[in-house]
C-alpha cells in the first residue's frame, strides 16, 4: 500500500482539477497505490489514476511506501537522509540516500514547469523507456551517467505541485525500485552539478526534463524531441540551415554521451583546447561548432550543428583535440 497522510499543507497555487481530484483522495484519508501489469512475482512497481503508466510487477506484496503532501522540510524529515543526503551527480547507493524522494513542480533554467527533487536537482525522462508498461532501458553505464531516482520499501515519497495519481514505483533490471511519474522512470544527470542546472536537456534528443504529469519539459512542438542535426564537414551541404553557435559542450570519453573517465566540458569564445585531447567519443553541444584534431585550432576540422552521439560516424573519433566557438 502506498498510505497518504491527512495533513495537507496550505498553497498558493491556483487550484485545478487535477488538483481538485487530488484533494478528493486526502478526504478519503487513505490513498491506494495498487501495481499493475504483470510477469513479475514480486512487488514492483505501482500506479493509480493516471491511466498512463502501470509497471511491471504483479502486486503480491506491498512496497509499504508512504506518499506525503508537502515537501521534504514540511514534512520534517532528518537532516542527511534521502535526497539530502545524496551528492550531485552520484546514484543513490546507499540505503539512507533512499529513505525519501521529494518531488517538486518547479523551475529550472529555462524549463518551466519541471520537476526537481528535494535538493533542487532537475529530474529527466528518457525516450526509449516506455510507460505503459513502465519501463527503464537505462542500465550499466547509462544508469552511471543518468543516476536513477530510487526508493527502499517503507520510504516516503514527498509530492509538492505533483499530482498523487501521476506518481508510482517501477522495478529495474537489477531489483531496485525507481520513481516513476506519469508512468516515465525519473533520473538526474551525472553533470548537473548544482540545483537548478538542466546540462541534461535535449541530450542524445532522447533526454528532456520531466513536467508534474510526466510530459516533457522544454520540448518544442507539444513534446516532439528536437531534430538533432548530423555533424557536417565545413566544406559540404553549405545549403542546409545551420544551429545557432554554442558557447559550451560536453565531451564524453565513450559514445552515446556515456563516459567511463570524467567527461570534460569546454566553453568559451573562440579557439579552445581541451583538456584531455584525443579521447572523445561523443558529445553535446549547445548550437554548432568546429572541431579539430591538432591544439590551437588546427589541423583537420569538421563542422557540427548540435549533439553527437558517436564521432565515427563522422570520421572524429578520439581526435578532438581543440574546438571554435562562435
Known amino acids: 500500500m502506498l498510505s497518504k497522510d491527512t495533513n495537507t499543507r496550505t498553497t498558493t497555487r491556483t487550484p485545478s482539477k487535477k488538483t481538485a481530484l487530488f484533494a478528493s483522495f486526502a478526504a478519503a484519508g487513505v490513498l491506494l497505490l495498487s501495481a499493475c501489469g504483470g510477469g513479475d512475482s514480486d512487488d514492483g512497481a505501482a500506479v493509480s489514476g493516471s491511466g498512463s503508466g502501470s509497471g511491471s510487477g504483479s502486486g503480491s506484496g506491498s512496497m509499504n511506501l508512504a506518499l506525503k503532501t508537502g515537501t521534504a522540510e514540511q514534512n520534517n524529515a532528518p537532516e542527511k537522509t534521502g535526497d539530502w543526503a545524496n551528492p550531485p551527480g552520484k546514484a543513490a547507493s546507499k540505503p539512507v540516500q533512499r529513505k525519501w524522494v521529494q518531488l517538486s513542480a518547479s523551475r529550472a533554467g529555462d524549463l518551466d514547469p519541471v520537476v526537481v527533487n528535494g535538493s533542487g536537482f532537475t529530474l529527466y525522462r528518457f525516450d526509449k523507456d516506455t510507460a505503459s508498461p513502465s519501463k527503464s532501458t537505462c542500465n550499466g553505464a547509462c544508469a552511471t551517467t543518468w543516476p536513477p531516482v530510487l526508493v527502499d520499501r517503507g520510504s516516503k515519497i514527498f509530492v509538492d505541485g505533483v499530482n498523487a495519481p501521476d506518481v508510482g514505483v517501477v522495478k529495474r533490471d537489477d531489483g531496485t525500485r525507481q520513481v516513476t511519474i506519469g508512468g516515465w522512470p525519473v533520473y538526474r544527470f551525472s553533470k548537473d552539478l548544482k540545483p537548478g542546472d538542466t546540462n541534461g536537456q535535449g541530450v542524445g534528443g532522447t533526454w528532456f526534463g520531466v513536467q508534474p ?9 507539444g513534446g516532439a ?29 565513450d559514445a552515446n554521451f556515456s563516459d567511463n573517465g570524467p567527461a570534460q566540458g569546454v566553453a568559451g569564445k ?16 549547445s548550437g554548432s561548432m568546429k572541431l579539430w584534431s591538432s591544439p590551437d585550432c588546427k589541423g583537420t576540422s569538421k563542422v557540427i550543428n548540435g549533439d553527437v552521439a558517436d564521432l565515427s560516424t563522422i570520421g572524429f573519433d578520439n581526435r578532438i583535440a581543440s574546438v571554435t566557438f562562435g
Open 270 to 285: 573562440d579557439c579552445q583546447n581541451v583538456a584531455r585531447p584525443k579521447v572523445t567519443s561523443s558529445l553535446s553541444a
Open 213 to 221: 504529469d510526466g510530459q516533457k519539459s522544454g520540448a518544442q512542438g
Open 225 to 253: 524531441e528536437p531534430t538533432e542535426a548530423p555533424g557536417q564537414d565545413q566544406d559540404q551541404d553549405q545549403d542546409q540551415p545551420q544551429a545557432a553557435p554554442a558557447s559550451s559542450a560536453i565531451l564524453f570519453d
